[in-house]
């Protein structure tokens, strides 16, 4: 089973600074692996998703992601921090599972944002 | 179009007793699956819905279980509740959740307290 792991439960950028989440995936075969962005009390928003069309991939929110095969990580990344960015962000790949997909979560960072 | 909507957002009950909640998908979208978020265990796969049909279940005891309607919309009940299942628990949908690449659409949850 393909399985993603996020490095940092919390990280912690100042306004207007690089912002930097890691995600590491292992699979045997090509993945497709998304971002979602968690708000406090809100369900999951999809950020951005990786389907071997690019390996830049662009997001909302002026979010990105960059899909290394030889490093097998899918880390997102944003230049310039702003307030509105702090939450929780989940990475995801998708699988297979008896025919079917299977979408499989990342333990997720939260990201603090200090003005 | 109108996201995944889910109700209650808010539940308190307390042991012993059992809940029901509810998933409307996006208009279209046939597949639905469960989870359950906490702190401790993050983002668990419950179970997924298509056509009426449970096609996928994650490690979740008997007390968990979901059904799917005609018209695409779920519900899942959880019976005699323990305090551990106190969480969020969150609805996803996609179009058929046949494919790798299918994108999963989340409703805002529904926060359930076990007292």
């Known amino acids: 089973a393909q399985s993603v792991t996020q490095l940092g439960s919390h990280v912690s950028v100042s306004e207007g600074a690089l912002v930097l989440l890691r995600c590491n995936y292992s699979?045997?075969?090509?993945?497709?692996l998304f971002w979602y962005v968690q708000y406090p009390n809100q369900g999951l928003q999809l950020l951005l998703k990786?389907?071997?069309?690019?390996?830049l991939v662009k997001g909302i929110n002026g979010f990105e992601a960059e899909f290394k095969k030889s490093e097998t990580s899918f880390h997102l990344t944003k230049p310039s921090a702003h307030m509105s960015d702090a939450a929780e962000y989940f990475c995801?790949?998708?699988?297979?599972?008896?025919?079917?997909?299977?979408?499989?979560f990342g333990t997720g960072t939260k990201l603090q944002v200090i003005p | 179009k109108a996201g995944v909507t889910q109700t209650p957002r808010y539940l308190i009950k307390t042991r012993g007793q059992q809940v029901t909640l509810s998933c409307s998908p996006i208009?279209?979208?046939?597949?639905v699956s469960w989870y359950q978020q906490t702190p401790g265990q993050g983002l668990q796969f419950l179970f997924e819905?298509?056509?009426?049909?449970?096609?996928n279940k994650g490690n979740f005891p008997g007390r968990f279980s979901g059904r799917q309607f005609s018209n695409s919309r779920s519900e899942m009940n959880v019976s005699t509740l323990e305090l551990g299942d106190s969480a969020l628990y969150l609805c996803?949908?996609?179009?058929?959740?046949?494919?790798?690449?299918?994108?999963?659409?989340f409703g805002p949850g529904t926060r359930l307290l076990v007292l």
């Open positions: 990786y389907t071997s069309a690019a390996t």
């Open positions: 996803a949908s996609s179009l058929k959740g046949g494919s790798t690449w299918e994108t999963q659409y």
């Open positions: 208009s279209g979208h046939r597949s």
């Open positions: 819905y298509f056509s009426e049909t449970q096609r």
């Open positions: 995801a790949v998708s699988d297979q599972s008896g025919g079917y997909q299977k979408v499989t």
């Open positions: 699979s045997s075969v090509p993945p497709y």
